[in-house]
């Protein structure tokens, strides 16, 4: 590692605050990236949970739209749906976390019931829109955890690189900086000293 900076007082001083900022900076980075990891192993945690929501509300939906169809038949189903009102609002504001932004998805379901006179129906059929429903809630959910997810992960990578920069080339190196002029001053003051006590031992032999 070549070391190109005078071997002054005022650069050791100099040398030292850059050491001691890069050493403070680790710490809140390596800090930092253990937070980032408890929140990712979090979130991760909640996708699965959500993702198990998702699925399971999605299989009882479509089989309660099964047991309609098979009592109602696909033309009468069909005629039923057309009529059915729904308006769905989605607003998507953020939040910050470690220095990333984190989505958060407000869902909101606006209907106009009622969508169909109950003569006729299938109970099946209000019970797959009540499982749909939720179905929707749960996706706009799992749509804000994964984004959230991918950009902690992102964060995280970042914060990782910053972290192993520190750790392996600019603590290092100022350490090897903070020991070259150390050694350099020292040396300097040993010759210094060797010299002084020379021209006082010559000094002292003229007076003699």
């Known amino acids: 590692m ?3 900076i005078s071997a002054t007082k005022t650069n050791l001083i100099k040398t030292k605050g850059v050491l ?24 991760t945690k909640i996708i699965d949970r959500i993702q198990e929501d998702v699925n399971e509300s999605i299989s009882d939906a479509y089989a309660a739209v099964e047991k309609a169809l098979a009592a109602m038949g696909k033309s009468g189903l069909k005629n039923l749906a057309a009529g059915i009102d729904t308006e769905i609002e989605i607003n998507i504001t953020e939040k910050k976390l470690m220095g990333t932004s984190i989505p958060s998805v407000s869902l909101s379901l606006k209907e106009r019931p009622p969508f169909f006179s109950p003569v006729g129906v299938h109970p099946a059929l209000d019970q797959a829109l009540v499982l ?26 970042r914060t990782t690189k910053k972290v192993n920069a520190l750790e392996k080339i600019h603590i290092p190196y100022y ?24 021209i006082k031992r010559k000094l002292a032999s003229r007076e003699l």
């Open 2 to 4: 070549a070391i190109r």
């Open 20 to 43: 001691s900022l890069c050493r403070e900076g680790y710490q809140l980075l390596d800090e930092k990236r253990r937070i980032l990891l408890m929140e990712i192993s979090s979130i």
């Open 132 to 157: 749909l429903r939720e179905t929707i809630k749960h996706i706009a959910e799992l749509a804000e955890k994964r984004i959230a997810l991918q950009r902690l992960e992102k964060e995280f990578q």
């Open 175 to 198: 350490n090897e900086v903070v020991k070259v002029i150390t050694e350099r001053l020292d040396e300097e003051s040993r010759e210094a000293f060797t010299t002084l006590k020379e």
